[in-house]
Structure formats: structure tokens, C-alpha cells
């Protein structure tokens, strides 16, 4: 067991880059399902400190989908259950939100839009705590890291950094190929009892057509064989309920629990 001490921010400014990501990030790449996040969200799920203790670890199993864990050290010391492997946010996660959400703010961090020459270095700090944590975590297959890999090989192709993209995004992949992210798992059981509600169902699906588009425009743009072949996969698509109340509704706050 390995414990890393992960930097946040504090909780201002957590809410702050959290209103701007779902107000500018979500809609263009809806990776996270936001409902079932903002609920974590306001059930005390996110961690406000300062500095975070990660523990990771990892667990044998009959399953491979709940046999690698990476927690923040405030779990429960219940037994895993299937299906069941984020109580709270992953501070990997949230960085990585950060890291994509900072630079749609000039007010944040005191970092102001550099002159044509030069690059806008805002929320590097937090891709930089991110992928120091990511190495001490990846050998751990979870579906928040394939998320923050890919929030992370989104922010790559924003500044232009393509090849380091197209490096985060084929991680992303093969992590979901192993968490089983290719196939349709609506019929998965254990012991009688459904492997992934259906918010989690829809999660993986989110991830998974992720991983597809993103594929396809980066090994596009890179001139490079995609890792993903359209035989190679059934899993259904997202549902779009979510997809519409994008553009119907606002974040509602607090974001923090009364």
C-alpha cells in the first residue's frame, strides 16, 4: 500500500472551476454523468482539503471489475461490493477537472491570457498534481481514471499538444477494455444481482463512446491507425435524457452540502 499526498485547492475555488467546468467542459464532452456526480457532490463525497492522503492498493478478487482500487483514505472499511468502487470522488478525477476548467477563467490563480508568444499557463499547476498522481495509480483500473485520462488528453488537444493526447487517450482505452467497457453489460450479474446499476451502466457507456470519438479525431489528426474497430464492441449507447437537460436547465448550487 502506497500513500500519496495529493495538493487541492481550497473549497472556493473547488466550487469555482466545478461551476465552470459544467457550464463550459460537460456540454462539449459529457464523460462524467452529471447527475449522479452532483449528487455525490452534495452528499459530502468531494474531498475540501488541502492536502489529500491517496492510499492505493490492490485487491484480488474474483472480478476484475472491483479487483484493482485506488481510494482517498476516507472510505468506509466495508467489503468492496460489486459495482461499487467510488465512494468518494477521485482526487485524480477532480484535478483533472480543474486542470480543463482553468483555462476558461482568467481570475483564477492570478493567471492572465500571455502575450501571442508565449503559452497561457493556467491549470498546469493542476495537470501537473495529476500526473503525479496517475503514476502511482494507473497500474489500479478504475472509471475515474479513465476519465481523467481522457478529461486529460482533452485538455492536450486544446493547447495544441496532440501527440501527448493521442498517449492519453490510447491509455484511457486500454483501461476501459479492461474494466470490460467494450461490451454490453446490461445482463451482467453476480450471484443473481445486476453487476452495475443503471446510473454506473450509463457511466461506462458514457466513458466507453468517449474513448470512440476521441479515438477517431486524434488518430485522425495524428495520420495514425485508430486502436478501436467498430466489430470489436456492442456496448449500447448513452441515453440522451441527460444529454437534453444540458440545455434546459442550470447548475443548480450549492455545490456543497448545507
Known sequence: MEEVRVKLPDAA?????????????????PVLHKQSFLEELRNGCVVYLPIVPVMCQSFSSRSRHVSRGCSNGFDSHSPLQFGRSRPHISPLLLLAMFSVAARYTST??????PSESTMWPAGDAYLAEAKRLLDSSYASSRSATCQ???????????IGAMAQAWLYVG???????????????????????????SVELQERR???????IMDKYVSSYMGRPLSISDREFDT????????????SCQLCLPLTPA
Not at 148 to 158: F, S, V
Not at 206 to 212: L, Q
Open 13 to 29: 475555488t473547488q466550487e469555482e472551476l466545478l461551476e465552470i467546468y459544467f457550464a463550459y467542459v460537460h456540454p462539449a464532452l
Open 108 to 113: 483564477h490563480d492570478n493567471d492572465r491570457p
Open 148 to 158: 481523467a485520462l481522457l478529461l486529460m488528453g482533452y485538455r492536450e488537444i486544446g
Open 171 to 197: 491509455m484511457a482505452i486500454r483501461m476501459a477494455q479492461d474494466l470490460g467497457m467494450h461490451k454490453n453489460a446490461d445482463q451482467w450479474t453476480h450471484d443473481g444481482t445486476s453487476l452495475f446499476t
Open 206 to 212: 458514457r466513458i466507453w463512446y468517449t474513448c470512440v
Open 236 to 247: 449500447e449507447l448513452p441515453s440522451i435524457d441527460e444529454v437534453c437537460l444540458l440545455f
